[in-house]
């Protein structure tokens, strides 16, 4: 199967290693495994170099460093890693660069490594400034990290996006109120809402089992995620995607790339990577990737080349996330009539039911929608 692409402009570079791991977390992520970092290091740059024999470019447009706990990377090993990729793809200030950042993980002087990398965006993972509810999960940092961090950050960074966690066990409606509106206080351009999600064989997961936690309703987290859109677009923060909001000209241009469906690549453990055809990801095991990239091998031990209702699925849900909505006419035309009766018959169910607003040829989800997207677009979807 061909692993080829063709004017490649968007990256993903992923960074497994954590300094501890967080019961909610499904990521490919490690923790107390810090002594294969250099030899990680190592592997990923010869993937990168190793990889450009698929791969025709253009500048790029983004890069985003993931995991993990992406500021864990050792600043003298991350600068190489830049100087790799810089010997390969063309990027300049114009490139959105993103990496993802744990409270408590970054002091000035990596700060100022990462802005001298060409680092311009940091994706803060907050999630909570209750203390005690971040150590039952596992998180290591306080409120006051994330002061820290913010306050140095802001010295190096214009571009600030902070990660919110909604519907974690242990957090009043009026906790989260107060938590919202604190935020609206820092110098933040983007901020990321995310529902809770109990993924299987985690920590928290035996903990929601075993009735130790207790998750809040679901009417009452739909509610808090209404208010939290409402007070939010009050201070400038516009609703541009289910979990995303942005000031004006801040939104994720990385992040934009999935929901369009864009090609763009993965690098390192477990990384996942789309050609515009075909899904495919990097091994989860590290000493099966480690081996293989040593070896000049594909480290990929997964791909799927995505076929018609797979495609129209995704167009479907990743559309109806978005503000700007989904495009009927580019979405129907390749649907069989029978296909098409039953869609515009259920746009219809849809737009009576509140659910939906449709109008010049865009569906966009209305509040009521948002609150129940999932269950919106499996109606769309086709048989």
Known sequence: MSYQFRDLEYLYIHWPFCPYKC????????????????????ALCREITYSMKDITTKPLKTIYMGGGTPSTYPPELLLDMFGTLKKNYIFNEQTEVTIEVNPGTANKALLKAWHSAGINRLSIGVQSLKDQILKSLNRHQTAKDVYALLTDASEYFENLSVDFILGLPGVSDDEWKLMIREAMKWPIKHISVYFLMVHENTPLYFKVKTKKLNLPPDDATVDLYNWTVDTLA???????????FAQKGFESRHNQVYWDRKPYRGYGLGACSFNGNIRFQNSKNLGNYLEKVSQDISPVDM????????????KIMLGLRCQNGMNVTHYVQELQDKEKIKFFKELDYLSQANLIDYADDIVRLTPKGFALENEVAVRLFPD
């Open 234 to 244: 009050q201070h400038g923060f516009e609703r541009y995607e289910l979990s995303n």
């Open 303 to 314: 791909s799927e080349e995505l076929t018609s209702k797979q495609i129209n699925i995704e």
């Open 23 to 42: 019961h909610f977390c499904d990521f490919v992520a490690m923790a107390s495994h810090e002594q294969f970092m250099k030899d990680y290091h190592t």
